[in-house]
């Protein structure tokens, strides 16, 4: 396939928007797709908010912003996306809305169309059986937020194609990110060893070892992490580690993978951490404790 020209990201949370503001800053036509119209009002306003952050640090230029914002494009109707040579999904993290969404679009992206998943553990290979084009479905894992961290981890499938493989590849590198290769196994690479360390932190908050603010300031003070584990959980989503560790369970059946209890009870009453102003720690209140940092975008 030629250079990639458009692409569709489905998906406007976190990730959805990073990613269609990376393509966009990249002068790629972009259509960004989201069921839920606040969601796409709402990625407008931080992908914006993010490229100036960029052009006030003399990082992108005013011409930069202005060009990619109107590359950008919203919409809540899919079928937009048809003209897209890459669509990449980044909703849910739930394996059989993911199929669903995979088998719409294999009906309306062109034939020659990539359709790629941002899933963290999800199997790439079970997605692309949902559809016609198995050799054309891929995992491109970005971290969070996408247009600061610099890795992609890149997942074949089964059947996933090398001209696949290295369209993608190709398009991680005009992002500028540095691009690591995983087999499809659940968590891929860095989800597996991630997620785990994440658990064991809950696990040491629930059973009293050490309160949630030295738990995350031994991790970082004596680990050299940027993020303590709990205060990263809070930033990832506590629903998305959640869903990690059950995919990680399932998928490779091993009694340390079962989500510590605490997690559990946290996503059951919505404390989903950033995103809803509360999860281990509660960021509506502005005292110094209780609002630790993070990379801004
Ligand atoms: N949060 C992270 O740190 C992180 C890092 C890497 C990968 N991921 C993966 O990226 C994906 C998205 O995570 P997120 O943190 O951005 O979630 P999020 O909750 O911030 O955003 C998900 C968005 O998808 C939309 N959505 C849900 N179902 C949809 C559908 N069928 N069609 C269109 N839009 C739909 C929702 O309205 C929401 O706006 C997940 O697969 C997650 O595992 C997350």
Not at 82 to 87: G, H, M, T, Y
Not at 109 to 129: C, D, F, G, Q, Y
Not at 164 to 191: H, P, W
Request: proline share 4%; aromatic share 4%; hydrophobic share 40%.
């Amino acid at each position: 396939m030629a250079e990639i020209k458009s692409i569709g990201v489905v998906g406007g949370g976190q990730m959805g928007s990073g990613i269609a503001q990376l393509a966009a800053v990249n002068g790629i036509t972009v259509w960004l797709h989201d069921t839920d119209a606040g969601a796409l009002t709402r990625a407008l306003s931080s992908i914006s908010d993010s490229i100036q952050r960029f052009v006030s640090k003399g990082q992108l230029s005013q011409e930069v912003k202005t060009e990619a914002l109107r590359c950008l494009r919203c919409t809540s109707n899919l079928e937009d996306l048809a003209s897209a040579d890459i669509v990449i999904e980044a909703i849910v993290e739930s394996e059989d809305v993911k199929k669903s969404l995979f088998v719409q679009l294999d009906k309306i992206v062109k034939k020659s169309a990539i359709l790629a998943s941002n899933t963290s553990s999800i199997s790439i290979t079970r997605l692309a059986a949902a559809t016609g084009r198995p050799q054309q479905v891929i995992g491109m894992h970005f971290m969070n937020p996408p247009p600061i961290m610099k890795l992609v981890e890149i997942v074949r499938g089964a059947d996933t194609s090398e001209d696949t493989f290295n369209v993608t590849k190709a398009l991680a590198e005009r992002f500028g990110k540095t691009v690591i290769c995983s087999q499809d196994y659940s968590g891929f690479v860095v989800n597996r060893i991630l997620m785990p360390m994440i658990n064991e932190a809950f696990h040491a908050l629930y059973t009293g070892v050490a309160t949630k603010e030295d738990i995350d300031t031994g991790m970082k003070l004596g680990t050299n992490h940027p993020m303590g584990p709990l205060e990263l959980a809070d930033f990832i989503g506590l629903d998305v580690c959640l869903s990690i560790m059950k995919v990680l369970h399932a998928g490779l059946g091993d009694a340390k993978y079962v989500p510590c209890p605490l997690l559990v009870q946290l996503v059951d009453a919505g404390r989903l951490g950033r995103k809803r102003g509360i999860g281990v720690y509660n960021y509506n209140k502005v005292s110094k404790e209780t609002k630790p940092s993070s990379p801004r975008l």
